[in-house]
């Protein structure tokens, strides 16, 4: 390995443990203080229908994925748009407390082990009505033979969309500390992409996406 490589290494090395160990401190002081749980609605009562978007089917989180997810609530379900035929899938997964090891598992790592491979990664800003800036999400697509997904998703805390799985991190911190509070959510949508169109499958995604958002922020804690 050469000098600079290896002083990449090292720098990269020190972030992830530095991140590390603010995240054991700040998990400590807020454990030893207490914690506020926040009083949310059950995803069981999340909306049918949204705007011109209509259940299709909800699908039950299977026991063997609930046992390494371990969220305190999930939604699955697939929503049809009455307009274009447009499908999606919504999953969310909704933790009271993250104390305890029961974090989100980041769609980067579960959607290879199901055979899907990631093609694409990047991010995209999405406007939301009533919002006076977009929120940024992950736009990641995904491969399994000759289909394609377009994925879109973020964690939610609070009032605050991350995108970013080491941001989310941090921020678990902060509100741990300042507010005692470490609940969180990850929010998926999936759109199956009809020819490959990426363009397509992000003009749909990200129309459910600001469709779905004001729902979600009551949902998920505020």
Known sequence: MRGTEAGLFRNRYL???????????????????????PSVL????????????KTQRDMPVEPEVQEILK????????????????????????????RTGQTPHSPRNCLPGSGWEPVKTGYVPVSIPGRAQP???NRYVVQRGNDQSLVLYWYQSRNRVVANE?????????????????????VRVLVPMRGNDLDAATRTGTAFVASVFPLLRQYLGK
């Open 166 to 186: 080491f941001a989310a991190k941090f921020w678990l911190v902060a509100d741990s500390i300042r507010y005692h509070r470490s609940d969180t959510s990850l």
């Open 42 to 53: 059950s995803l069981y009562y999340f909306p049918l229908d949204i705007q011109n978007w």
């Open 71 to 98: 969220a305190d609530d999930t939604l699955n379900r697939l929503y049809q748009n009455t307009e274009t035929g447009e499908g999606v899938y919504l999953f969310v997964a909704f933790f009271k407390s993250q």
């Open 135 to 137: 929120i940024q999400i």
């Open 15 to 37: 972030q992830v443990l530095a991140l590390v160990l603010l995240l054991q401190v700040g998990l400590f002081y807020s454990a030893s203080r207490g914690e506020k749980v």
